[in-house]
């Protein structure tokens, strides 16, 4: 799921556990992000809000990784209603 963000958007790890059949389990969604060593774009998972929730300088990385796709902030967290990227409905 996190592989189909495109470039420029940015999704909550609660919406792409859903995505991925498993809601109500945004946590998973992080710990699957830690050991994928780069392959994934994993600096477009958020927290609820648009929030980064990354410790130090991960937080700082993933900030700049998303300014430099243009995405935007508002007071400190992603302008979500611009650069959410919305998952079709599983059928």
Do not use: C
Request: proline fraction near 4%; avoid cysteine; charged fraction near 30%.
């Amino acid at each position: 799921m996190v592989a189909k963000i495109p470039k420029g958007k940015v999704a909550t790890y609660g919406s792409v556990a859903e995505a991925a059949g498993f809601p109500g389990n945004a946590r998973r969604v992080a710990w699957a992000l830690r050991d994928t060593d780069g392959r994934l774009p994993w600096f477009r998972v958020l927290g609820a809000g648009g929030k980064i929730l990354l410790p130090k300088d991960a937080g700082a990385e993933q900030r700049l990784r998303l300014q430099a796709e243009g995405v935007e902030f508002r007071g400190g967290r992603v302008y979500m209603q611009k650069h959410e990227f919305r998952f079709r409905k599983r059928r």
